[in-house]
T-cell receptor, first 113, second 117 residues
Framework: DVKVTQSSRYLVKRTGEKVFLECVQD?????MFWYRQDPGLGLRLIYF???????EKGDIPEGYSVSREKKERFSLILESASTNQTSMYLC????????????FGEGSRLTVL | AQKITQTQPGMFVQEKEAVTLDCTYD???????LFWYKQPSSGEMIFLIY??????QNATEGRYSLNFQKARKSANLVISASQLGDSAMYFC??????????????FGQGTELSVKP
């Protein structure tokens, strides 16, 4: 069964802390994505990667960085967490096919106090 | 720039009836793909259906069909014979089909569907 695994379902951090969100996929997909989901705003793209060590900014990259050292792993980093980064974070991967639908992880709910 | 608009924040439907969830889009791309995802209260995102801009026929997957009207730039999801398990948040999304667009999807705001027994 294909799978995208996010390391933590729930995290509580303090303002100013560094936060790592890990995502691993076992489908050998080229593309990986990080979205955040907020009520009324849908899913907004933070960063995506179409190859190892390659990354592209999405619509809301400010305050975030990413790392893709291996094909199967895509990490989201909050260098200094702020309360407005309290959100649900969704990782996804997709193959290089015509449809290219995204396969999502279960999400990581981050609360920054 | 691409944009997806879902104007219905919430909808109710009676069990066994059909329901249409609206989605309009804006893009300057000639080739693009349109998607619908379902997100139950458990939080997982479930891919439902896909329509390519070049497809002349509307896509169907079981009880789901996509009413694609290219000139109106609309891609409405139709769910026939609603079931209680259809209660969820539904997201419309699109992406350009050029290789250098990286496969990223742009999502709408979502529509929360509640099915009444």
């Amino acid at each position: 069964d294909v799978k995208v695994t996010q390391s933590s379902r729930y995290l509580v951090k303090r303002t100013g802390e560094k936060v790592f969100l890990e995502c691993v996929q076992d489908m050998d997909h080229e593309n990986m994505f990080w979205y955040r989901q907020d009520p009324g705003l849908g899913l907004r793209l933070i960063y995506f990667s179409y190859d190892v060590k390659m990354k592209e900014k999405g619509d809301i990259p400010e305050g975030y960085s990413v790392s893709r050292e291996k094909k199967e792993r895509f990490s989201l980093i909050l260098e200094s967490a702020s309360t407005n980064q309290t959100s649900m974070y969704l990782c996804a991967s997709s193959p290089l096919t015509e449809t290219g639908e995204l396969f999502f992880g279960e999400g990581s709910r981050l609360t920054v106090l | 720039a691409q944009k997806i608009t879902q104007t219905q924040p919430g909808m109710f439907v009676q069990e066994k009836e059909a329901v249409t969830l609206d989605c309009t889009y804006d893009t300057s791309d000639q080739s693009y793909g349109l998607f619908w995802y379902k997100q139950p209260s458990s939080g997982e995102m479930i891919f439902l259906i896909y329509q390519g801009s070049y497809d002349e026929q509307n896509a169907t997957e079981g009880r789901y069909s996509l009413n694609f009207q290219k000139a109106r730039k609309s891609a409405n999801l139709v769910i026939s014979a609603s079931q209680l398990g259809d209660s969820a948040m539904y997201f419309c999304a699109m992406r350009g089909l050029l290789y250098n667009q990286g496969g990223k999807l742009i999502f709408g705001q979502g529509t929360e569907l509640s099915v009444k027994p």
